[in-house]
Every structure is written in C-alpha cells, then in structure tokens.
T-cell receptor
Framework: DTGVSQDPRHKITKRGQNVTFRCDPI?????LYWYRQTLGQGPEFLTY????????KSRLLSDRFSAERPKGSFSTLEIQRTEQGDSAMYLC?????????????FGPGTRLTVT | AQSVAQPEDQVNVAEGNPLTVKCTYS??????LFWYVQYPNRGLQFLLK??????LVKGSYGFEAEFNKSQTSFHLKKPSALVSDSALYFC?????????????FGRGTQLTVWP
C-alpha cells in the first residue's frame, strides 16, 4: 500500500496562469475526491469520481476549475486563469468500495500559491 | 444542511493528562462521524469513525471518541496525552442517506501537549 500520492507538492504561479495537479489514488480504490483547504479552515469538498464518472461537483468548483479521471485511475485538477483567491492546499482522497461506509484516505496535498 | 463545529481553536494539555477535543454536528438524518489528524506538511490521517453500535469507538494511537446522539456530539478523547499527539485535529461528518460520500469538516482544533 503506497498511499495516495499527489504531484506537485508545491506550486507557485502568477495570476492568470493555468495550473494542473495530479492525484494517484490507492490502487483499486474506485472512489476519488478532491478537497480544498485554506488557512485556518477545514477541507472543503470540490468534486467526486466513481471510476471515471464525475458524480458530484461543489458550487466551489467554478467554471475555471475542471477535473478528470479518464481511465478511472489517476485524476487531474486544472485551474485556468488562476486568481489569488485560489491559493490553498488541494487535497485528494480515495476510498475502497469494498468497505462499508468507507473512510477516505488522503494524500499529502498540493500547496498552490498564486502571486 | 450539514455542518460541523469545533468550538475550540486550540487545546493545551500537559503530557500524561487526559485530553478532550470537542465536536458537534448538524445533519439531516443520522450521520457517519470521523476524526482525522493532520501533522505539518502532511495530509489528513484517519483516526476513527462511528457508524453504528457502541457509542464509544476506539481508534488509532490510543484515541477514542464518544457519540452522543441527544447532544449531537462526537468528542475525541485520550486518557493520557503524549507530546507526539500535538497536531491539528478535524472532525468530519457524512450524511448517512447519501451514496456520494462527501465529508463535511470542522475548522480544526490545534492540540498542543507540553512536556
């Protein structure tokens, strides 16, 4: 079990640039979640995939945000035309459908700083 | 609407003393309840969960939590704190009626255990 991995761990970008983050879930976990965590706050849900299907999106996920999970394995989260308010920690989590009421396992996160 | 409240931003306790980190919730229906811990520059780590059954649930590293339905609380406890328990603790809730699995988190409580 290698855990959930995320890449990059840190990203600094200038306002207006596009950024893309990657998440590799625990193998055989078919559920994948993206959350955003700002300083002093708990994680806030962004979106959820079951296999390759994106089943739920938060209202926090504006039109500038897009997430994909093309083959039901890794996922990418892209932010277009970044704004300073996008600065946050972006967390990915996965869960095992074989466990009832399964807990989510989180990756280390990608810290985005928009200057 | 689902929400989680952690009324204390910080909890300070001496090593060897018992600790309690408080959590109350509001959900439409019966919840699934979780505690996660976050160490600096790391992702969230699952501690324990309440699904059903015994109101006292035991988790990792000697932590336990008590579910109180009438008070809508799920306080995290440990009989004897360690300096290494110092971290940021998050309470989270999931709607039992949802098949989607998104978690709602509190703002977090910073636990400091001094020697």
């Amino acid at each position: 079990d290698t855990g959930v991995s995320q890449d990059p761990r840190h990203k600094i970008t200038k306002r207006g640039q596009n950024v893309t983050f990657r998440c590799d879930p625990i193998s055989e976990h078919n559920r994948l979640y993206w959350y955003r965590q700002t300083l002093g706050q708990g994680p806030e849900f962004l979106t959820y995939f079951q296999n390759e299907a994106q089943l739920e999106k938060s209202r926090l996920l504006s039109d500038r945000f897009s997430a994909e999970r093309p083959k039901g394995s890794f996922s990418t989260l892209e932010i277009q035309r970044t704004e300073q308010g996008d600065s946050a920690m972006y967390l990915c989590a996965s869960s095992d459908p074989g466990l009832a009421f399964h807990e989510q396992y989180f990756g280390p996160g990608t810290r985005l700083t928009v200057t | 609407a689902q929400s989680v409240a952690q009324p204390e931003d910080q909890v300070n306790v001496a090593e060897g003393n018992p600790l309690t980190v408080k959590c109350t919730y509001s959900v439409s229906g019966n919840p699934y309840l979780f505690w996660y811990v976050q160490y600096p520059n790391r992702g969230l780590q699952f501690l324990l969960k309440y699904i059903t059954g015994d109101n006292l649930v035991k988790g990792s590293y000697g932590f336990e939590a008590e579910f109180n339905k009438s008070q809508t609380s799920f306080h995290l406890k440990k009989p004897s704190a360690l300096v290494s328990d110092s971290a940021l603790y998050f309470c989270a809730v999931r709607d039992r009626g949802s098949t989607l699995g998104r978690l709602y988190f509190g703002r977090g409580t910073q636990l400091t255990v001094w020697p």
